[in-house]
């Protein structure tokens, strides 16, 4: 796995498309499963036959457990088989939801270490996939595969960035975009980072200029989106620097510094070498930007500041 992921490209255009693309688009929809009246002996047949380390006991589509390598091999240190799997299984499953960005399952891989995770369908609850390590380097191999053959044929004449804001007599002329996202949507996550990303693209910006930028403000999108009711992203964009600031009436972050802690030493170097650490966003955001201030108090929202100087 660790010499797959060391044949990506720059672990920040990776970044993007973990933001971009849903785990739907990365699960597998084959899912081995076996129901809760199977033995740890069917367990055994199916682990060795398909190579594989877990795998979760549904009934009707439903989720009610999983049962892992670890678990067989106590039943088999313990002689116990031929006992149900309904009697072995972990019944508190950590899941994914297939609408999610797939930056969440990265997320999850650095906190938990399980080796998969069972992916739902949110309105229904019930199983449409499995998630592993593998099939998020499959899906971002083959999607920047198709990005790289489709990039310059999608590219659209720019604007002249320069003329746009300075052939207005003052003494300081700047571009105001500002943004509303929804918390809790996470079908429109990720969106307006996307409508940013385009019209900076079409002001002359190259992808380059852009992506630490970007990845900064998809990190505060996705904050709003899990943390609060509703927040607003307002982007000022100067010749040669743009400053973002989101605000939001959510539940506030009560230790900054504690939020602020990278996470990277604990990181596995899977999650790692994407270009994340174990806890993302606010460090993600600090590392790729210039200039970054947040303010915060329990119960009164929170109001983040930062910049990126483009050379």
């Known amino acids: 796995m660790k010499g797959t992921i060391h044949q990506l490209p720059r672990a920040k255009k990776t970044q993007q498309l973990c933001y971009r693309l849903r785990i739907k688009e990365a699960m597998n929809k084959k899912v081995l499963t076996l129901t809760s009246g199977h033995t740890m ?14 795998v979760p006991i549904v009934e009707s589509g439903r989720l009610l457990g999983i049962v892992s390598i670890e678990d067989l091999i106590n039943c088999l240190r313990s002689g116990a088989m031929e006992k149900a799997v309904k009697d072995v299984m972990t019944t508190e499953v ?9 930056v ?57 960035t320069s003329r746009l804001v300075t052939d207005f007599p003052s003494d300081g002329t700047a571009l105001t975009l500002k943004y509303t996202v929804k918390g809790g949507d996470f079908r429109k996550a990720g969106e307006k980072s996307d409508q940013l990303k385009e019209s900076l693209l079409k002001l ?13 403000v998809l990190e505060a999108e996705m904050n709003l989106v899990i943390y609060t009711a509703q927040g607003e992203i307002r982007v000022q964009i100067e010749p040669r620097r743009i400053s ?31 270009g994340f650490g174990a806890g993302m966003g606010l460090p993600n955001i600090k590392s790729s930007t210039d200039e970054m201030k947040i303010e915060s108090f329990p119960g009164m929202g929170t109001n983040l500041e930062f910049s990126v100087v483009l050379r």
């Open 41 to 54: 002996t069917d367990v055994r047949r199916v682990l060795r036959d398909h190579r594989i380390s877990g």
């Open 204 to 216: 002359g910006y190259s992808d380059d200029e852009i992506r630490r930028l970007i990845i900064a």
């Open 94 to 102: 950590v899941t994914l939801f297939a609408d999610e960005p797939l």
């Open 104 to 160: 969440q399952a990265i997320d999850k891989f650095g906190k938990h270490g399980f080796g998969r995770f069972p992916v739902l369908d949110r309105a229904t609850g019930k199983v449409v996939g499995i998630m592993t390590k593998k099939d998020i380097i499959h899906c971002l191999l083959k999607s920047l595969q198709s990005l790289y053959h489709a990039k310059e044929g999608r590219r659209k004449p720019p604007l002249e």
């Open 244 to 274: 973002v600031k989101v605000t939001d009436d959510g539940p506030g972050i009560p230790d900054i510094e504690l939020a602020m802690r990278p996470g990277y030493s604990t990181a596995p170097d899977f999650v790692r070498e994407l």
